[in-house]
């Protein structure tokens, strides 16, 4: 994991850096039960300095979550298994998640619902070239591709019935060719020539959008081109300086790794820190980070967060992707947009930032991003708490934000999520763990009376220097008990971030055996949060009931982001679709209809996946007619060619 | 979706109802002690937040929304908070209830007693009161039961005991509470007492409105209340209310519940226990206090047969359900919940909609006997009719309301004439039946002499007795009836000619019926069908055509209306004097005896004396301004506007069902005069 730095500082970082990653030999012996469930980084040191290949589909899945390589399956013994090495958990049996899997869903490991293994490259529809274009791209010696494979690749993000299809191999419209920049001025060339020879840009960057923004719009017919901006770290890799090192906060300039319109989506593990995504990386190797950890994080990119105002794990302690970023360079048809220094603030008129922040693809390409970067802590820990049930968890919540002590990470799962957290338990292998785990359950079920199909955990993640993460770790344990939370390990609120890192590979394994699923979220004021849990539940289960679904859906909910004035709310949704002819169609409705009901019970439409096509109908209701027309109005100027026709957001 | 599910008014043959089963047949034969001890385990509403009455009330002035309101109270009045706090917590106590099981296990044993005394049958429909007991686990749930008796909520909690089904807790009038034990002991079996009237007082609507949704959100108990305020002393359903319809709905608005289940429940009498004390309360004698002597003097009453009695539990209603498309939720986002807000503008008609609907399937569910007919014909003939006729006449009159959809209870098997003289036995105090000639009669009048205003009198209760029957089927003929006076009153044919007249009417009469607003052109098209099904009317693309046929059918229904339309009419002419507002019911009584005992004979204006039906058409005429409110000084007055009362008259006026009409707007003119 370290490289080998010589000065003894660059050593103790590194001890630092092993040390959250909790991989320290010695313990990796002593205790397995307490290892063993966390999700950790690819053991596999990458030996390029490019992250990203450009043919991603040599060791990412062309139809479904992530590396080719790690996936769960169930093996002839009906276990669960998660393959590969990449992953902490990669190789373990788990042996609970047949029997919650099978109880839940009313699946049944006898009826499966295979993907169709390889791409069926007749079912891609020849490119739509714009050859004087293409010759113009090649003149100026830029990377293209028109592989039918390159190019499904770039066609979907992550929605259901983009993967869903995929998996089925039905093919619907693809970007007609893919181009590499390598640079900001490779951009500027591409955008320039897009604008002279009129054809529709879609910026890529992780691929990890879960609104729709990537699907390519059925009424475009000029050609569609997709910009990959994976390779764009390549150059100035050794670019990576210091602009200012202050005692609070010290800048990082990034040349961006990539730019784009995908929506941070699930799967990265909770120890991120050494990801193979170069700045991290390199950061980390400078005893920096940026804090910036949203869930899909091992895939997505530093220009796909600022394009949908992305929030990490930890904004608690650093921000999310608006208060991290200090300096953005854009490539519109109109030019390049910047600001002309770095100052933490200035009073100039509604802040341009704003107006990329979020923007989806939809008026140009990040191309170089300024953020505030911070020492790597020297401590972190993990804990959890159990509560009685989901409303005094909330009310604790509500109680830690309100006195602004809020950990790295606070997150509150349900009972059903908790359930399904549990089912993830990978074999344990020694007597005295599961006597212990047994002595647990006793205590707190029989001894505190907590009734196990109402207790909730919420999970936490401390970071900062020892003293004062045991100090802080005590008040937020003592705020928890005043609403009769007990201490529950660190072993489960460890657990608790692995299923969001997970969860994606485990769709794929439930669309194997008919049961779809995806997430939703929303942020919400305070005093609505109980409800709108409630109310989208049982909207769920009601909708499905009338749209045929032959089984009960599985609702979760987590109150996964704290603020002053409430609280981000995270949705997963799954149901067993035996016996439906258009189970996509069902799920759509049914999300439309759950979305329906966050809007009506006060929720937002999005917290942080953004809005892409998906959620495009409720934006005059949610922003108001005048303010998306001052969305609109700003596309117009922008882009009035439309361009970036991904035709998102508005 | 959701306004078909509430009321289908296209196709009323179709409509299915349950069956009945006699819930007293049991008691008949068991010990009511044990029944009243027997062990009781309601069915539970799954998201019950176990809580104590006592708890309640702690939670409900721990609100937010009550403490927000008794700040703002204190702010303006200038009291302390805790004072203005200490007013609430009184005004609690006043009003909430205190559910004893004990006392509900008491009014079981007294009341299968009386109920076995007073009814032949006590007739429920059980598949209602399982689809209630499956409503009451899902959602929280409101009951709407028709008013119509004292019994009505007594017979509502009696009947969820046996069938184990949550007690509810019902909003009663402040009336009863100053009732010596009773008003305890309802307030123990689940009442809670309300004032009739807070307009103003913000703490009070504030204590009150919190009370009934912390009662809601936390699946105490049933909540129940009627949607018409007040029993109705015509037996015609009342304009219904929308503030507590508001209170309930709100907790679904604001999204602290998923859903609410509102159930309709229709409760019917063969035989009113109130019968003649509503004739007499219409005439002007106020209705005698509640009190606890009175009640026992009441008990007279236990004496007598009052037939089977009928409880319809209708179909739960889901709110949301109801609200889809109508009513944008966001509209809450943005205010903290607990600040109070006052209903929007398309809530407010929601609302209004909603209660109208749901009055509508109440009326629609009760339950009508062979006598509601007789009494209907009875009313058409003010000099009698022989038993033959009668019998053939009702024969084609069920015929008739069978057709239009009525729920009625005719015994299978049995012949008419037979029918007919069952029920003219049970309702013999307001006939006079000799030699094969029924007439309706005064028949335990006093032999002594009685001055001609007290013979009127005498008369106006037993007509007006009647009239609370028939009153009970109008909703049946109501819309063709309406639609009969149009076609008769219209200048032409014409199918918008009709309709124009056909909606003034129905405009005029809104206060009078359950017309809901805005169903102008669905009630319109609902008459044209159903009397073009019975083969009264063609219709056609611009012209509506009198069948050959129709004509009787045509004339039985106008006259329905046609004491409505003459009360209308008297009305307009009693005011011309300008009266004083508040000395109007008591000055029409005595011009209106007079008059009617001059055109006794040639009228039939009993019903005129009605105070509801005067209050009614004072209202009508306040809407159609063809009457305005002046204020001078402290007294507020009324003053006809001449020319609207003519044009008025002018529509009313060419309906020749009143066919004297010239002599009797002359013989109103002397009494102008004379007044």
């Known amino acids: 994991m370290a490289s080998n730095s010589s000065s003894s500082t660059a050593q103790q970082r590194l001890r630092i850096i092993a040390g959250h990653l909790q991989k320290r030999p010695e313990d990796e012996n002593a205790s397995v039960a307490a290892q063993e469930c966390k999700a950790e980084a690819p053991r596999s040191e990458p030996s390029s300095a490019t992250p990203v290949p450009r043919r991603r589909q040599e060791i990412m899945k062309w139809n479904g979550w992530g590396y080719s390589d790690s996936r769960f399956l169930f093996t002839k013994k009906g276990q669960a298994e998660f ?13 609970s998640l047949k029997d919650w899997f099978e109880g839940t869903f009313g699946a049944n490991l006898q009826h499966r619902s295979p993907a169709t293994p390889s791409l069926n490259l007749s079912a891609v529809a020849p490119p739509n070239l714009n050859q004087p274009f293409v010759e113009d791209l090649k003149a100026a010696g830029l990377v293209v591709s028109h592989d039918p ?186 030019g390049v947009i910047e600001k002309s220094c770095l100052g933490p603030r200035m009073s100039t008129g509604p802040d341009i930032h704003h107006f990329i922040l979020g923007s989806e693809g939809t008026l140009g390409v990040v191309t170089e991003v300024t953020l505030k970067i911070r020492p790597l802590p020297e401590y972190q820990k993990y804990g959890s708490v159990v509560f009685p049930n989901f409303q005094q968890g909330v009310a604790c919540l509500r109680e830690v934000a309100r006195q602004r002590c809020a950990p790295a990470s606070i997150r509150l799962m349900d009972n059903e999520q908790f359930q399904f957290g549990h089912a ?102 305070w005093d609505r949060v109980l409800d709108l849990c409630r109310n989208v539940k049982e909207r769920i289960v009601r909708e499905c009931k009338e749209r045929g679904v032959q089984f009960p859906p599985l609702p979760l909910s987590r109150v996964t982001q704290t603020y002053d004035a409430g609280a981000c709310v995270y949705f997963y949704f799954a149901f067993n679709y035996r016996g439906l002819n258009d189970p996509v169609h069902v799920y759509e409705q049914v999300e439309h209809a759950a979305r329906e009901e966050i809007l009506a019970n006060g929720g937002s439409l999005s917290h942080h996946h953004g809005v892409g096509k998906l959620r495009k109908e409720w934006m005059k209701e949610s922003v108001s007619g005048v303010g998306l027309g001052m969305l609109k109005s700003v596309k117009e100027y922008v882009d009035p060619q439309n361009i970036f026709g991904n035709r998102n957001l508005l | 979706m959701a306004s078909r599910a509430l009321y289908s008014p296209r196709h009323p043959m179709l409509k299915k109802r349950d069956s009945f089963e006699d819930i007293l047949e049991e008691r008949r034969h068991s010990s009511d002690l044990r029944y009243a001890l027997r062990c009781y385990t309601p069915t539970l509403y799954k998201g019950l937040v176990p809580c104590k009455a006592s708890m309640l009330k702690s939670i409900v002035l721990q609100s937010d929304h009550l403490q927000y309101v008794i700040k703002q109270v204190s702010s303006e009045s200038g009291d302390s908070t805790e004072c203005v706090a200490e007013e609430a917590s009184l005004i609690l106590d006043e009003m909430a209830h205190r559910l004893q099981l004990s006392t509900v296990r008491f009014f079981v044993f007294t009341l299968s007693k009386a109920f076995k005394r007073l009814f032949r049958s006590v007739c429920v429909n059980e598949e209602g009161i399982q689809r209630l007991q499956q409503a009451v686990q899902e959602h929280p749930v409101v009951l709407l039961p028709s008013h119509r008796s004292y019994m009505d909520f007594l017979m509502m909690s009696y009947l969820l005991y046996m069938y184990d089904l949550p007690l509810p807790v019902i909003a009663a009038g402040m009336d009863f509470m100053s009732m010596k034990f009773v008003g305890e002991m309802l307030r123990m079996s689940g009442a809670f007492f309300i004032r009739r009237s807070f307009g103003g007082d913000k703490l009070y609507w504030a204590v009150f409105s919190e009370y009934v949704k912390t009662m809601l959100r936390n699946g105490y108990a049933p909540i129940e209340f009627f949607l018409e305020g007040t029993r109705s002393r015509t037996c015609k359903s009342l304009t219904p209310k929308t503030g507590l319809l508001n209170i309930v709905m709100e907790p679904f608005f604001k999204g602290e519940l998923f859903d609410v289940n509102l159930v309709p429940v229709s409760i019917s009498y063969e035989r009113i226990l109130e019968e003649s004390l509503y004739a007499r309360e219409l005439l002007g004698i106020p209705k005698p206090k509640e009190s606890t002597s009175g009640l026992l003097k009441a008990r007279r009453v236990l004496s007598e047969d009052y037939g089977s009695m009928y409880v319809y539990f209708g179909h739960p209603v889901s709110v949301r359900s109801l609200t889809e498309g109508k009513i944008t939720r966001s509209q809450y986002n943005l205010l903290p919940r607990c600040i109070p807000q006052k209903p929007s503008a398309d809530t407010h008609e929601f609302l209004n909609d909603t209660a109208f609907r749901l009055v509508r399937i109440q009326e629609g569910n009760m339950v009508l006997k062979p006598w509601v007919l007789i009494a209907t014909l009875l009313l058409q003939n003010p000099d009698g009719m022989d038993l033959s006729s009668l019998a053939e006449q009702t024969d084609w009159l069920r015929h008739l309301a069978l057709a239009f959809g009525a729920f009625l209870d005719w015994p299978d098997h049995a012949a008419c004439s037979e029918v007919i003289s069952c029920s003219l036995a049970l309702h013999r105090h307001l006939l006079s039946v000799s030699a094969g000639h029924v007439q309706l009669s005064v028949t335990d009048a006093p032999q002594v002499e009685t001055t001609p205003e007290e013979a009127v009198f005498h008369q106006a209760v037993v007509v007006l007795s009647c009239a609370s029957y028939r009153n009970q089927i109008l909703h049946v003929f109501l819309r063709p009836a309406l639609l009969a006076v149009a076609m008769q009153s219209a ?54 055509v009198m069948s050959a046929s129709g004509h009787s059918t045509l004339a039985f229904l106008s006259s329905v209306l046609d004491p409505f339309l003459q009360g209308y009419q008297v009305t307009p002419h009693t005011q011309c004097a300008n009266l004083i507002l508040r000395r109007f019911e008591i000055s029409v009584f005595r011009f209106l005896c007079v008059f009617v005992i001059m055109a006794s004979g040639r009228l039939k204006c009993y019903e005129a004396l009605s105070s509801d039906l005067q209050k009614n058409a004072l209202a009508a005429f306040l809407r159609l301004k ?17 020319i609207a009362v003519n044009s008025l008259e002018d529509t009313l006026g060419k309906s020749d069902v009143i066919s004297h009409q010239n002599s009797w707007w002359s013989s109103m003119a002397m009494f102008e005069i004379a007044i």
């Open chain 1, 83 to 95: 393959t590969g090495k990449r992953y902490r958990l990669s190789g373990l049996i788990l042996p």
């Open chain 1, 149 to 334: 494979e390159d190019r499904v690749f770039r066609a979907h993000g992550h929605c259901l019935h983009e993967v869903f299809a995929l998996r089925e191999g039905r093919i619907g419209r693809v970007p007609d060719m893919v181009v590499w920049p390598s640079c900001h001025s490779d951009v500027e060339k591409i955008v320039e020539l897009a604008c002279k020879h009129n054809v529709c840009l879609i910026p890529y960057g992780g691929g990890t959008s879960v609104s729709s923004a990537l699907e390519c719009p059925r009424e475009e017919t000029r050609s569609i081109v997709s910009l990959d901006t994976s390779q764009m770290s390549n150059i100035h890799l050794k670019d990576v300086f210091i602009m200012r090192c202050t005692a609070v906060t010290l800048t990082l300039h990034i040349v961006s790794l990539t730019a784009g319109s995908e929506t941070l989506h699930k799967a990265s593990t909770p120890l991120c820190l050494s990801r193979n995504t170069f700045p991290v990386r390199l950061l980390n190797e400078h005893g920096y980070c940026t804090g910036h950890e949203p869930d899909s994080m091992e895939f997505s990119s530093l220009g796909g967060w600022v394009a949908t105002r992305a929030s990490g794990m930890k904004k608690n302690i650093y921000g999310n992707i608006e208060d991290l970023v200090v300096h953005i360079k854009m490539v519109t048809p109109r």
């Open chain 1, 424 to 525: 993830l338990k990978p074999q344990v292998s020694s007597m005295f763990t599961s006597f212990l785990d047994g002595l647990k359950k006793f205590y707190i079920t029989k001894f505190k009376g907590f009734d196990p199909q109402h207790l909730c955990v919420a999970t936490l993640l401390f970071e900062g220097d020892r003293g004062k993460v045991l100090q802080h770790e005590k008040q937020v344990y003592d705020i928890a008990a005043k609403f009769g939370g007990l201490a529950a390990g660190e072993d489960n609120g460890q657990r608790g971030y692995m299923l969001t890192f997970v969860i994606a590979y485990l769709r794929d394994l439930g669309m194997d055996y008919y049961v779809i699923g995806e997430s939703f979220e929303t942020s919400v004021p």
């Open chain 2, 491 to 544: 200048n032409s044919n014409r199918k918008d000619d009709v309709y124009n007249c056909f909606n003034f009417l129905r405009n005029m009469f809104s206060s009078e019926f359950i017309l809901c607003p805005g169903d102008s052109v669905q009630d319109f098209e609902e008459a044209c069908y159903l009397l073009m099904k019975r083969g009264v009317l063609q219709v056609l693309e611009h012209e509506i």
């Open chain 2, 626 to 642: 063809a009457v305005m409110k002046v204020k001078v000084g402290d007294q507020v007055t009324l003053k006809v506007n001449k």
